[in-house]
């Protein structure tokens, strides 16, 4: 139990190792971005890739809402990035909240079993 709480710190928590490396994560996605010179679309891929792995630390704090909400978001912006890099835009925003709809569904039903 107490090296969980060091990872993740206790439950309902903000503090924990976890914290730290995300938050540095983040950093290192931003200076990547600056070398790459992809400020947009590549900081909704860095939000959404930071969201899921918030996702991931909520669950491990027994949030399994927080879970698949950040995965949606995280999915959502990752998709929006793609759609704008490509240059699409309409109707395929309403292919992707097709997919978060049935994800979300999905794991609705699937988690009251």
């Known amino acids: 139990m107490a090296e969980r709480e060091a990872c993740f710190g206790p439950r309902g928590s903000k ?36 969201a899921i792995i918030g996702g991931f630390v909520a669950y491990q704090r027994g949030s399994r809402v927080g879970l698949w909400t950040a995965i949606y978001g995280g999915i959502f912006l990752i998709g929006v990035a793609i759609l ?30």
């Open 84 to 113: 704008w890099y490509y240059g699409s835009w309409w109707p395929e925003i309403l292919f992707l909240i097709g997919i978060i709809i049935i994800l979300s569904g999905l794991t609705t039903y699937y988690s009251r079993r």
């Open 15 to 50: 503090v924990g190792i976890w914290g730290a490396i995300s938050g540095g994560v983040f950093i290192i996605g931003l200076g990547i971005l600056a070398i790459l010179d992809l400020w947009w679309p590549g900081i909704l891929v860095l939000i959404g890739v930071m």
